[in-house]
């Protein structure tokens, strides 16, 4: 199947979420929302961008959501950082970490959430595992480059590469791994429990 056509028996929409009423995915945008911030609380402090949970949070409400609802839900979130809830890493909130070193990282969550969730609604997801880890690294990819070209334009490239990219990428690999094993699993499991 090529990358750019679509069929409903490949895609991957374990909570059937196409099917579900706006005020239902409304719930789900809100879960989201709550997941992405605990998410970001789960880090390793490190200067000037910290490691967190947040990239397998994103990709993984992409995948689930779907491109459309993956990427409102993160800008959801992102809005409500930016209006100072506490919900990015670190507790940080309000219009400073749209402005600082992780500016580019967060201006890229919101396309990965879509990239993820568009692969995953034409088959790279689920039983597919080596495409769904392809599909999860590929945005893990995408996340760095953007926020390390962000990083790059304040710091220089160098610096730039030295903390924004290199102390990532193998964390990526490893997050992308995990967002593949939990979707096949979410497959294989799905078809037994359906959510209703």
Not at 58 to 70: D, E, S
Not at 85 to 104: C, Q, W
Not at 145 to 172: D, N, R, S, T
């Amino acid at each position: 199947m090529s990358l750019l056509q679509h069929h409903d028996e490949a895609a991957f929409d374990p909570l059937r979420l196409g099917q579900r009423s706006l005020v239902v995915k409304a719930a789900f945008v809100l879960a989201g929302t709550l997941v992405l911030a605990l998410a970001s609380q789960i880090s390793v402090p490190m200067v000037p961008v910290p490691i967190t949970m947040q990239t397998f949070a994103i990709t993984m409400i992409g995948a689930l959501y779907g491109w459309r609802l993956g990427a409102v839900t993160v800008l959801a979130w992102l809005g409500e950082a930016a209006v100072g809830f506490p919900v990015l890493a670190g507790g940080a909130g309000g219009i400073v970490p749209f402005m600082g070193p992780t500016a580019g990282y967060l201006a890229s969550f919101p396309i990965i959430a879509a990239l993820v969730g568009w692969l995953a609604e034409r088959g790279w997801s689920g039983n597919r595992v080596v495409r769904s880890f392809l599909a999860h690294l590929s945005a893990n990819i995408l996340c760095l480059a953007i926020g390390g070209a962000w990083l790059a334009a304040l710091l220089g490239a160098e610096k730039g590469w030295l903390f924004g990219v290199a102390p990532f990428i193998l964390g990526g690999v490893l997050k992308s791994a995990l967002a593949a094993a939990v979707l096949k699993t979410v497959e294989v499991y799905g078809g037994k429990a359906r959510l209703n």
